[in-house]
């Protein structure tokens, strides 16, 4: 294995080519990601557990809408964390074909060309 830099290696066989490129790029960045993460965690429950005081019908529904987009970023905030904390980009040429794969944490989807 041959290290390129400090998120970039490469592994070269007779037959085949891999790179690897690791998507943790600075450790402050990702502890002030994850810091943002847990807040607005935090935040979601405080109006989610305010949602079952309510009276309100109008305020019900209001309450719910302003939920479904929380979740919505809550999933986008998670999602962007786990990629920069175990996300890797994986190209592999073997035998004439490209293989290229989003790796987190050992999951992902590989696209051939």
Do not use: H, P
Not at 19 to 33: E, G, P
Not at 63 to 86: D, G, N, P, S
């Amino acid at each position: 294995m041959e290290i390129l830099s400090k998120r970039t290696s490469a592994v070269k066989t007779e037959t085949d080519l891999s790179l690897v490129i690791s998507a943790n790029a600075d450790k402050k960045k990702n502890q002030l990601l994850l810091l943002w993460l847990l807040l607005w965690t935090g935040c979601g429950v405080v109006i989610i557990y305010g949602y079952f005081q309510l009276s309100e019908q109008k305020m019900k529904i209001m309450t719910l809408v302003w939920i479904a987009f929380w979740l919505y970023f809550e999933l986008l905030i998670m999602k962007a964390w786990r990629w920069k904390q175990f996300g890797r980009e994986v190209i592999k040429i073997k035998d004439g074909e490209l293989r290229y794969k989003k790796d987190t944490s050992g999951r992902g989807f590989i696209l051939s060309c």
